[in-house]
């Protein structure tokens, strides 16, 4: 009998990103802030970007696609002060999927080079 080894799916951090994007389209309704028309704006916008960004890239993998997602979470980051965003649940909210899309985007750089280095 052979036990059955646990694995996580492949791209999954695409498929991370694509949840934290459909995420940020909702999130005006779910975290109450939809009245407010710039950071309804910026949420939905970016997360239908980030949403674009990983369809392209869960069909044709590049590291390049990656840095559109590393500028968009940036974006996020930096939103709440660019946009002088007064909803402090859609600050947090852009600060930490910001953060957490720059760091899935830079994981899988690194995932893609050491799966090329050994690959040679």
Same mark, same amino acid.
């Given at each position: 009998?052979?036990? #059955?080894? !646990?694995?996580?799916?492949?791209? /999954?951090?695409?498929?991370?990103? *694509? ?9 005006? /309704? +779910?975290?109450? !802030?939809?009245?407010? #028309? ?8 970016? =997360? ?15 590291? *390049?696609?990656? *840095? ?9 980051? =930096?939103?709440?002060? !660019?946009?002088? +965003? #007064?909803? $402090?649940? #859609? @600050?947090?909210?852009? +600060?930490?999927?910001? +953060? ?11 995932? $893609? @080079? @050491? ?6």
């Amino acid at each position: 009998m052979t036990n #059955a080894a !646990f694995s996580a799916p492949k791209q /999954w951090e695409d498929w991370v990103s *694509w949840v934290l994007g459909i995420w940020l389209c909702l999130s005006p /309704w +779910i975290l109450a !802030f939809s009245l407010e #028309a710039t950071p309804t704006t910026n949420a939905v916008t970016s =997360g239908f970007l980030i949403i674009l960004a990983e369809v392209v890239t869960l069909s044709a993998f590049r590291v *390049w696609e990656e *840095w559109i997602n590393v500028v968009l979470g940036l974006w996020l980051v =930096g939103s709440p002060w !660019f946009l002088d +965003i #007064a909803s $402090s649940a #859609a @600050r947090i909210e852009f +600060i930490v999927v910001g +953060i957490l899309v720059v760091a899935l985007a830079f994981y899988e750089m690194k995932q $893609s @080079r @050491r799966f090329q280095g050994s690959h040679k």
